[in-house]
């Protein structure tokens, strides 16, 4: 998943816009009048990505610390439905609904 993400962040440093399903958009900060240019579609795609393979590389330090699977907000175990849906879940079901509200 981690080699997935590096490879599509490195052809997009180096290319031209790939399109990717589910990608999202960030939040607009400026020129929310502006139409996106192609370069900033390129940033939105890439920041995206760079923020899934920082969420996969957490990922990957709690499985090397052992608390892999765990949720980080309350300890207890993430379901395996779950983890297999999202391997890089950091919280269960539960807190990621709460953590995701908080967000807004
Ligand atoms: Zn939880």
Same mark, same amino acid.
């Given at each position: ?23 999202? /958009? ?41 608390? /892999? ?36």
């Amino acid at each position: 998943m981690r080699d997935d993400l590096d490879r599509s962040i490195s052809i997009l440093q180096g290319e031209r816009p790939v399109p990717q399903a589910g990608a999202g /958009y960030p939040q607009d900060s400026a020129d929310a009048g502006s139409s996106l240019s192609e370069a900033d579609r390129t940033e939105a795609v890439l920041h995206s990505a760079r923020g899934q393979r920082d969420e996969v590389l957490t990922a990957l330090a709690r499985l090397d610390s052992g608390t /892999y699977g765990r949720c980080v907000d309350c300890g207890h175990e993430i379901p395996e439905g779950r983890l297999e849906a999202r391997p890089d879940a950091a919280r269960c079901v539960n807190c990621q609904a709460k953590y995701a509200r908080r967000r807004r």
